[in-house]
Nanobody, 126 residues
């Protein structure tokens, strides 16, 4: 009913930059807060950054000053610009949307909560 598709992951050297993109597709009427989370092997999933529909942002302490989240409400998409990457940034990065309103043939509109993409691998070599 709704898909979150991440792209832009890959291998980069420490100190380098990458930009991740997330596109929300489906019969979208509204998208609330979008975010990026990451999970490294053996670790819990942790917050990277979130951005509300009106552009308010929140960052995890470990990425403040290095990562920048942005979004395009018309395209229902969000980007994560990652700079000054460190080996400890290596993880699978997941796009999330906490609430999506979609068209529904039966109900007219339907709310979907806690939506996640499949993840994209980011590897930072030392």
């Amino acid at each position: 009913q709704v898909q979150l598709v991440e792209s832009g992951g890959g291998l980069v050297q420490a100190g380098g930059s990458l930009t991740l993109s997330c596109a929300v597709s489906g019969s979208i009427l509204n998208v609330n807060t979008m975010g990026w989370y990451r999970q490294a092997p053996g670790n819990q999933r942790e917050l990277v950054a979130t951005i509300t529909r009106d552009g308010s942002t929140n960052y995890g302490d470990s990425v403040k000053g290095r990562f920048t989240i942005s979004r395009d409400n018309y395209k229902n998409s969000a980007n994560l610009r990652m700079s000054s990457l460190k080996p400890e940034d290596t993880a699978v990065y997941y796009c999330s949307v906490d609430w999506v309103l979609i068209r529904d043939q039966v109900m007219g509109a339907k709310e979907l909560f806690d939506n996640w993409g499949q993840g994209t691998q980011v590897t930072v070599s030392s």
